[in-house]
C-alpha cells in the first residue's frame, strides 16, 4: 500500500477526514513568524520535530491559503514537495522506519485568512485592528503547517513579530519580547502537551495586567483595549474565586498560564485555548452579564485543553464537562443549584428533536446546544446517583489521570459505570434521577 493510499484508508477521524497524518505524530513545532498589520501579510518559518508511526517515505501536513517557498528535511535543501490547497506532501527521499525522528523545514509566506468549514469561518482572521485566531475544529492550519489531528499533542516555540505598538498573546508563557526598528518581536514557549486547534495568537492594540494568581502561583493576566478598563475590571474581579471552586472541585489547574483576552470587536462567541480564554468587547458589559461564559471558558483548560478528546466524536467529554462547571459556579455564586438547572433544561430538552447520540453526535452536530446540555446532565445524573463526594473525587482522579493526555467516551464509562450508558448511546432523553 503507497503512502498516500494508507493515510487515507486509515485516516485519522472521521469527523474530520481531510486532516491529520497517522504515520507520524509530532514533539514539537519552533514557529518563527512575522506578521505584517497593514497588509496583512505573515511569513513563516516552521521547525517540526516528528517521530513516525510506520515505516513510511512521505508524511503530510495541514496548510490552507499559504504558499511554501521550500522545504528541508533532516537539514538538507531541496526536499520534494507537493502543496495543494491544503495538504503538504514531503517526500523522505527513502523509506524510513517506524520509531525514526526527523526535523522538517517548511519556508511559507501568504495572507492569512480564515478557511470555510462545515463549521463557519474558522482559523486566522483580521479584526478591525488587530488579529484573532479560532482553531477549533480545524482552523490551525490557516497560520502554520501542521499534523492537525486533535490527538496528536506537541509541544511549541512560539516567536511572532509584528509592529510594536500591538501587543501580541500567545500560546505558552511570555520568555521576552525585544523591539528593533520599530519591530517588536514575542516569544512564547509551552512545554505543556497541545493540539493544534488550541494553539492561538491574538494581536491588538492591549493593556495588559495580573488580576490574581491560582493556588499553585501562576499568575492570572488580562489584555483589553484600554477604553475597556472599568468593564473589564466589573467583570473579570471573579476570576480568582472560579478558579478556586474549580480547583476544588477539578484538582489543580493543569497549565503553565492563564490568561484572558478581550477583543474590541464583538465576538459571537467566546473562544478557548491552551492556557487562555478570549472573549468579545460584548461579553464585557461590567455588569457580568457574561459570568456564565467566563466560567465556562476557564473550565476548558481542565476539560478540553488538559483532558482532550481522542477524537472529535467524544466533544461532549469537553462542552458537556464545560458546562456542567457553570452549573458549579452558579451554587458557589449562590445561584440557583445544579440541581434546578439541571430540572429547567431537562425539560427544555423533552421538547427538543431526539436524534442525538451523545457519543458520537456526527460532525454536523457536534457543537450542538444539545451536546452541552445533555453532557450536563449526564454529569448531574451520575452525581446524583453516587453523592457528592464520590462524583467530585471521580473528577478530581479522571483529571489527574488523564492530565495533558487524550481520553474517550469509553475511558469515562469505565471509571463512571453503567448508569450513564442511556445518557451516552440512546437518543431517548433518560429522566433525571431523584436527588438521595
Same mark, same amino acid.
Given at each position: ?35 505584517? %498589520? ?7 518559518? +516552521? ?10 517515505? +512521505? ?9 511554501? #517557498?521550500? /522545504? ?22 527513502? /523509506? ?7 526535523? %522538517?523545514?517548511?519556508?511559507? @509566506? ?20 488587530? &488579529? ?25 516555540? %512560539? ?10 498573546? @500567545? ?10 526598528? !520599530? ?17 492561538? @495568537? ?19 493576566? &488580562?489584555?483589553?483595549? $484600554?477604553?475597556?478598563? #472599568? *468593564? ?28 484572558? /483576552? ?48 481522542? =477524537? ?20 458557589? *455564586? ?12 431537562? +425539560?427544555?430538552? =423533552? ?19 444539545? &451536546? ?14 453516587? !453523592? ?11 483529571? !489527574? @489521570? ?19 450508558? $442511556? ?14
Amino acid at each position: 500500500m503507497t503512502s498516500e493510499r494508507m493515510n487515507q484508508a486509515q485516516g485519522a477521524d472521521d469527523y474530520t477526514p481531510q486532516a491529520g497524518d497517522v504515520r507520524y505524530r509530532v514533539r514539537r513545532y519552533d514557529l518563527e513568524l512575522d506578521y505584517r %498589520i497593514a497588509t496583512n501579510r505573515l511569513a513563516g518559518t +516552521a521547525q517540526i520535530e516528528l517521530e513516525t508511526l510506520v515505516a513510511t517515505d +512521505a508524511v503530510e501536513f495541514d496548510l490552507v491559503g499559504l504558499r511554501v #517557498a521550500s /522545504v528541508r528535511v533532516r537539514g538538507r535543501r531541496g526536499a520534494r514537495h507537493r502543496h495543494t490547497d491544503r495538504r503538504v506532501r514531503v517526500a523522505l527521499g527513502e /523509506v524510513v522506519p517506524a520509531g525514526t525522528t526527523l526535523q %522538517i523545514r517548511i519556508d511559507y @509566506a501568504g495572507a492569512p485568512k480564515p478557511r470555510r468549514s462545515r463549521w463557519g469561518l474558522i482559523g486566522w482572521e483580521e479584526l478591525a485592528d488587530g &488579529v484573532i485566531v479560532a482553531g477549533q475544529p480545524t482552523g490551525a492550519p490557516t497560520w502554520f503547517p501542521c499534523n492537525d489531528r486533535v490527538d496528536d499533542k506537541a509541544r511549541y516555540r %512560539i516567536a511572532l513579530a509584528c509592529d510594536e505598538n500591538y501587543r501580541v498573546e @500567545a500560546t505558552g508563557r511570555r520568555v521576552r519580547a525585544t523591539t528593533r526598528s !520599530g519591530r517588536t518581536t514575542h516569544v512564547f514557549e509551552e512545554d505543556v502537551p497541545t493540539s493544534t486547534y488550541l494553539v492561538t @495568537a491574538q494581536i491588538g492594540r492591549y493593556a495588559s495586567r495580573a488580576i490574581g494568581e491560582t493556588a499553585a502561583g501562576v499568575p492570572v493576566t &488580562v489584555a483589553h483595549p $484600554p477604553e475597556l478598563r #472599568a *468593564r473589564v475590571d466589573a467583570d473579570t474581579a471573579v476570576v480568582p474565586r472560579i478558579l478556586d471552586t474549580f480547583e476544588r472541585a477539578f484538582g489543580p489547574y493543569p497549565m503553565s498560564t492563564c490568561r484572558l /483576552v478581550v477583543t474590541a470587536d464583538e465576538l459571537e462567541i467566546p473562544l478557548e485555548a491552551q492556557g487562555m480564554a478570549v472573549f468579545g468587547a460584548n461579553h464585557m458589559d461590567g455588569r457580568g452579564g457574561s459570568e456564565r461564559l467566563v466560567a465556562h471558558e476557564l473550565a476548558h483548560q481542565w476539560f478540553g485543553n488538559s483532558v482532550g478528546v481522542e =477524537r472529535w466524536r467524544d466533544i461532549w467529554l469537553n462542552e458537556g464537562f464545560a458546562c456542567y462547571a457553570e452549573w458549579i459556579w452558579s451554587e458557589e *455564586r449562590g445561584g440557583p443549584s445544579a440541581e434546578a438547572m439541571a430540572r429547567s433544561h431537562h +425539560a427544555r430538552l =423533552r421538547f427538543l428533536r431526539k436524534d442525538l447520540v451523545l457519543a458520537d453526535p456526527g460532525p454536523d452536530d457536534m457543537f450542538d446546544d444539545r &451536546v452541552y446540555k445533555r453532557g450536563a446532565l449526564a454529569l448531574h445524573a451520575l452525581r446524583t446517583t453516587i !453523592g457528592d463526594d464520590d462524583f467530585f473525587g471521580l473528577l478530581r482522579e479522571w483529571s !489527574g @489521570a488523564h492530565r495533558h493526555g487524550t481520553a474517550t467516551t469509553a475511558d469515562f464509562e469505565a471509571v463512571a459505570g453503567e448508569s450513564l450508558r $442511556p445518557w451516552l448511546h440512546e437518543t431517548a432523553l433518560p429522566p433525571l434521577p431523584t436527588r438521595r
